[in-house]
């Protein structure tokens, strides 16, 4: 019986005693069975907890995952609308180039050499970045090359705006030239005498006429042929009361004979401004006025400065 174990049963309420008999290997393999059972369900235990942290740890995962793809999704929107507005800035500057080279054709004015590194950047938006190389990389590439086209707009930028300044003061100087080149009549009437070689009503003998006689009635006004500073008003010898006005450029205008002088000397005209009254002062055979034109010193026919 050395092997076997016994068990009795007792019962109060006067039921038989029952016998119960097992082998100790029948025990031991009850008790392993037992131990296997609670390992097993301890394992259980355990891999169930395993998983419920994994699942809370994915779920956590798969939250920052997603809020990343928003803030990835955000910014490529961001970068792409960047680029395009870089994109937009090049034609708006390429188009004013392409303006400023037109007015500088039709005012003959010597094209600037072509900026061919300002005007021939390009570059990538996000949707042509290679997807095999990775994000960040492909982000901090995008980034790095939208600063250098910056850079390169605002290089291109100045020179713009340099090209316009240098063409507006070209202009500017070309309007203050014709504004302050003689180009209309003194006044209306008969031109009674022409620049050149002449006959002397006086003395009978060949000379030389600076200028031009334009006879109209005393006291008509006399216009300034260009806009400019009266340099003298005053007599001067046998052209009687004469007003001298620079053009500047190195034109100078005179008007001899008047009457009166409706300008001092220092005071800006504007051409057509009446500056003077028609007279008969000096030596003079009636009234009238000497209208000469002077360019660098050298008296000029008046006629050429007469486009009217």
Known sequence: MADK????????SGTPIRRITVSRSFLRS???LFMLVCAGAGWLVYDYTQVKFAQGDSQALLQELNSRKEEISTQRHQIQNFAEQ???????????????????????IEQKATQDGLFGIGGSIPEDLDTSVPLQQRHDSLIREMHEQTEQLEMARMNQESGFSSLLNYLEDQRNLLACTPAIRPVDGWVTSRFGYRESLFTGLREFHKGMDIANRAGTPILATADGVVA???????LGMVLTIDHGHGFVTR???IQKALKKRGETVKRG?????????????GPHVHYEVMLNGVPVNPLKYILN
């Open 5 to 12: 174990i016994s068990f009795i049963a007792l019962s109060t």
């Open 30 to 32: 009850l008790v392993l």
């Open 86 to 108: 870089i994109n937009q800035l090049k034609d708006e500057l390429v188009a004013l180039h392409d303006f400023e080279n037109k007015i500088r054709i039709i005012a003959n």
């Open 232 to 238: 003298y008003t005053g007599r001067k010898g046998l």
């Open 255 to 257: 008007y001899g004979h």
């Open 273 to 285: 401004e009446p500056i003077a009254l028609v007279g008969n002062t000096g030596r003079s055979t």
